[in-house]
């Protein structure tokens, strides 16, 4: 029997929908190496069954969404090269300063992704669940037709929004660190093959934190560009009762990444080193400037060889210099990388550079059985949780398990003044030892109704110790209540923080956008400062969304 008859011929062959469950299977590496071994096959392999298949594979969207986000692109392998190479990115984002925290979501938006800054708030008069969100962009993610993509960092600057056009560089599928970088388009000259290897592929980060700092302030702005009226209402489908909304959303969303994307390919994403202006600007040397005293600089090259060498066996990192990371004559630009960064913790919260433009994803890992409060909860402190008491300060805490440990991670916290750590534990339990506490607020009044408790466990709670760094802790009991609440008491205090589970990606289609900072500090705010830095400016409560009446 020939190959052909018992190899292509008959898996082409097969109907659509059985190589549909086949290929289903594969990942959409595999379907693409499948499809170069013959021209049948790829033809097959081509359609758009297959490729909606390893889209809805993914989970990021439901499949009326995929429809929709179908018409803006050249075929489903194209939405899918999309998914693939940015769903790595989806999750939650956090910085150590502020120190009221710094929290960025980022989320499907409309055949984009989105980064959201949750800002530090209260709760408003409607609670947690049937109220509006505060937030702001801090950068998108737009497929193109061919499914490729177009980076964007947003800001404010002059009382005017603007984007910051960039490169989405590189996405590693396991990644735990976002890097706003500048990258040039060639590798400096001598870089150590001793270093660790992102040292070598990101030579940004080699920079003196001063050279960062005005290196991205500078790039950024020589290429914004202002963002029209049109461009700057809707970044994803609103949270809406009526279908006739939703599809009035999509028709807002389409014209927008359309006018987006023009003015992507409009604007210059990349700035010209040969400019004596910007050379002066950066003190790099220009181009036309005398070579002199060759000899001289043959030497000084030769003794920083040296000396780099010797840095390199005692396992120091040497700093470059902007003259050694840019040439004269180059061509610069603004990057997204996500990569895989070996990151310490401290429970689960990641120990993180202080002066690197850099996000940390938080870990979540997969949920087991006993492990069914792990996740992001939200909640105020006091009792009971009521939406007739409005101003209170509102947490986000990240609940994950370590062996029988239940660990309750602060990363947002909407008081004036800071009165917790970023990343503190606000509260850990043993889920093995149940506590005899009993919940105080038991009663039969009409204005109370008794509550029942389906679990309870034995603890401890924050409180003020010997540094601001390092707080004490106190007994308490983690209650856990038939209608989904988790309640926490501390034991000597009395005080109580009431939790209720959430999902930020429908608190923001509910929220109200705000103004952003400026556009590195927008990305993120390294200065230590324990106020919230995003209450702060101007207009920085006042809505860009029409009044949302119909939620």
Known sequence: MSFDICGSSLFLALPDDILTVITSSLSPRDVCSLGLSCQGLNSVLSSDEVWLSQCNKLGLLASSTLIEWRKGVLSYKALCRFLFNTHPLIGIWVQQNPELGNLVYVMPGFLSVVGCRIIPQKVGPLGLQDGRILWAPVFEILCKYDGSTAFFLHGREEGADYVYPGLLKSVDTDCNVLFLQVEPRHQPDEIDKDVSQIWTEMPFIRLESDDREKLLDFVS????????????????????????????????????????????NRVDTDLDLRSSEVCKSL?????????????????????????????????????????????????????????????????????????????????????????????????????????????????????SYENQEMIATKIL??????????????????????????????????????????????????????????????????????????????????EVLTLQRIDLGELLRRGERVNSLSPVSNFVYLTRKYTNVYSGNPDSRNPLFFPRDDI
Request: hydrophobic share 35%; charged share 25%; glycine share 8%.
């Open 221 to 264: 702005s020589q290429v914004r560009d202002i963002v029209p009226q049109a461009a700057n209402a809707l970044l994803f489908p609103l949270s809406r009762n009526g279908e006739v909304d939703s599809e009035q959303d999509f028709a807002v969303l389409y014209e927008r990444r359309l006018l987006l994307l023009q003015m992507y």
């Open 413 to 494: 916290e909407g008081t004036s003044y800071v009165a917790h750590p970023n990343g503190s534990a606000m509260f850990t339990v043993n889920i093995d030892q149940p506590s005899v506490g009993i919940f105080p607020w038991d009663t039969e009044k009409e204005s109370n109704p008794i509550i029942e408790v389906k679990e309870s466990f034995k603890g401890e709670g924050i409180s003020d110790g010997y540094g601001f760094r390092y707080p004490g802790s106190k007994p308490g009991s983690l209650f856990v209540l038939e209608n989904g609440l988790l309640v926490f008491l501390w034991e000597e205090s009395r």
């Open 283 to 399: 003190d790099v040397d220009h181009p036309n400037r005398s070579k002199g005293k060759t000899l001289f600089r043959f030497l000084k090259t030769g003794l920083k060889q040296l000396l780099r060498k010797s840095r390199s066996t005692t396992g120091e990192q040497e700093h470059l210099k902007l003259n050694e990371f840019l040439r004269p004559g180059d061509i610069v630009g603004l990057s997204l990388r996500a990569k895989t960064v070996d990151v310490h913790c401290y429970k689960v919260w990641p120990y993180m550079h202080e002066s690197l433009s850099a996000l940390y994803k938080f870990p979540i890992r997969a949920p087991k059985a006993s492990h069914e409060y792990a996740g992001l909860w939200g909640g105020t402190f006091g009792w009971p949780p009521s939406s007739d008491k409005p101003g209170k300060a509102l947490f986000l805490i990240f609940i």
